[in-house]
T-cell receptor
Framework: DAGITQSPRHKVTETGTPVTLRCHQT?????MYWYRQDPGHGLRLIHYSYGVKDTDKGEVSDGYSVSRSKTEDFLLTLESATSSQTSVYFC????????????FGPGTRLTVL | KNQVEQSPQSLIILEGKNCTLQCNYTVSPFSNLRWYKQDTGRGPVSLTI?????NTKSNGRYTATLDADTKQSSLHITASQLSDSASYIC?????????????FGAGTRLAVHP
């Protein structure tokens, strides 16, 4: 998985609780992304980062926030989890912009009860 | 509206047989098209990339084609193996506001049976 780790790999939580997912890379790539994958949908971009402290919204950013304080770490936070946020979350990295090849992490399966 | 549609949604074939997966897109202006393979429980891995001027790209037993005029791509798998069982995702990159953006297809789930 191209030097990308995600933690935790599985999490079950209750509605209304905060959740933070972590993505760590050892490739020193500039761009990092958070996607969610749901049955019947393609991967959808939540947020992405183009450098330390530089982030921007994707197409499904409502209810999510991100932070990138170091090149290697990109955090995704659900401030108050809802059942609609039950999904598999993938982190990805790329050297250049979004059109460049993206390398994906192993995913985090999140269940919100 | 920019869209990527893949067909079929799922496919079952016998080991050793060939198959072809389809991807139709309405994305514009086109930048490139990639096919990814996603094994169950894993993240997607890139198989091929094609730009506007390329109409065929091979990676071992995988051959992707692109018809930019009709906005169609296909992924042909030759002499399938059990390890080819996976989801195959078509991803189209396009330019918007000076930046590349991606649209992911929902994928085709392939099962190769012995």
């Amino acid at each position: 998985d191209a030097g990308i780790t995600q933690s935790p790999r599985h999490k079950v939580t209750e509605t209304g609780t905060p959740v933070t997912l972590r993505c760590h890379q050892t490739e020193n790539h500039r761009y990092m992304y958070w996607y969610r994958q749901d049955p019947g949908h393609g991967l959808r971009l939540i947020h992405y980062s183009y450098g330390v402290k530089d982030t921007d919204k994707g197409e499904v950013s409502d209810g999510y926030s991100v932070s990138r304080s170091k090149t290697e770490d990109f955090l995704l936070t659900l401030e108050s989890a809802t059942s609609s946020q039950t999904s598999v979350y993938f982190c990805a990295i790329s050297k250049k912009d979004r059109g460049d090849e993206q390398f994906f992490g192993p995913g985090t399966r999140l269940t919100v009860l | 509206k920019n869209q990527v549609e893949q067909s079929p949604q799922s496919l079952i074939i016998l080991e050793g047989k060939n198959c072809t997966l389809q991807c139709n897109y309405t994305v514009s202006p086109f930048s490139n098209l990639r096919w990814y393979k996603q094994d169950t429980g894993r993240g997607p891995v890139s198989l091929t990339i094609m730009t506007f001027s390329e109409n065929t790209k091979s990676n071992g037993r995988y051959t992707a084609t692109l018809d930019a005029d009709t906005k169609q791509s296909s992924l042909h798998i030759t002499a399938s193996q059990l390890s080819d069982s996976a989801s195959y995702i078509c991803v189209v990159s396009y330019l918007s506001g000076g930046y590349n953006k991606l649209i992911f297809g929902a994928g085709t789930r392939l099962a190769v049976h012995p």
